[in-house]
């Protein structure tokens, strides 16, 4: 049996500890009632992100990092394998795929590294793509989990209150989740898989609404209304405004600097509140009552 998780191991083993650093944002907490389940951001909420959001986004070059990751899964690293060449095909990706319906496209990065490896006449099996993908991004992206977030998924567990992600993901977001709770899969780790929405598995992204579409729909089946959850994240724009056009609660997560989001230059935002404002994920728990 193929262990796909153990091609993207990197993400995990090529970190290094990251200080989270905070903001000058005040806190504002209120009592929310008849929360039934909370849904979750990823980059920059439950994990510290050196970019802020998953790596397919960032259009930094990293060279450097590209010849590391090229260098561990054996590939050579002069003939050209390029980090222009790939921020190439994720636009050209995206660009084919965007429409009125898909106004936010997503690229799944292991097709995009395939097709950069191909443009230089590179001939691979697909896992040495999918370890490239994930050595690239442990090296462009760094993550450390982000303070408080074990615990505070801890207690939504213990306490059996639904838990979800809504996330703009790729591949390797999975294992980064996994590796805060030392779970085998999202279960173990106290997630309902159908309270998961990741974009690659549907090539949008935030703010686009198809991913909190998909969740709505899994809440109405579990009998669980919109403003009955409420969402976690860090971008006032992808996650704060993106969930309250779904009818989610929201808390507008904003402890950390690189990846704190307030969008007050875009129109969406400029009048937006967030129904909590935290600067702690532990001060969740101040907000909404467990069952």
């Not at 262990?3 to 083993?13: C, N, S």
């Not at 097709?111 to 490239?132: G, N």
């Not at 030392?182 to 690659?200: I, K, Q, R, T, Y």
């Amino acid at each position: 049996m193929i262990d796909q998780m153990e091609w993207m191991k990197a993400v995990v083993d090529c970190r290094q500890p990251m200080n989270q650093q905070t903001t000058s944002v005040e806190p504002q907490l209120s009592r929310l009632t008849g929360i039934r389940a909370v849904i979750f951001d990823v980059y920059g909420t439950l994990v510290i992100s050196g970019s802020g959001d998953v790596g397919s986004v960032d259009a930094t070059p990293h060279d450097q990092a590209l010849g590391s990751a090229l260098e561990a899964v054996g590939l050579p690293t002069s003939g050209g394998i390029t980090v222009e060449n790939l921020h190439r095909q994720i636009a050209a990706l995206n660009a084919a795929r965007k429409n009125a319906q898909c106004p936010k496209p997503e690229v799944d990065i292991v097709e995009a590294w395939r097709m950069t490896l191909s443009d230089a006449q590179v001939e691979c099996p697909i896992e040495t793509v999918v370890r490239l993908a994930c050595q690239y991004e442990a090296r462009a992206n760094p993550t450390w989990p982000m303070p408080g977030a074990a615990e505070l998924l801890d207690s939504l567990r213990a306490a059996k209150t639904p838990s979800g992600i809504v996330s703009n993901a790729q591949i390797f977001t999975i294992p980064l989740v996994l590796d805060l709770l030392d779970a085998e899969d999202l279960p173990a780790a106290g997630f309902d898989l159908d309270l998961c929405v990741f974009s690659n598995r549907y090539r949008q992204a935030k703010p686009g609404p198809r991913l909190f579409d998909v969740l709505r729909e899994a809440l109405t089946r579990q009998g669980i209304r919109s403003n009955e959850a409420i969402y976690v994240g860090n971008d006032m724009l992808n996650d704060v405004w993106a969930a309250s056009q779904a009818g989610l609660r929201t808390a507008w997560f904003a402890g950390e600097q690189r990846s704190c989001r307030a969008r007050a230059d875009d129109p969406r935002c400029q009048s937006l509140q967030p129904d909590v404002v935290l600067t702690s994920l532990m001060q969740l728990l101040q907000c909404i009552e467990l069952q």
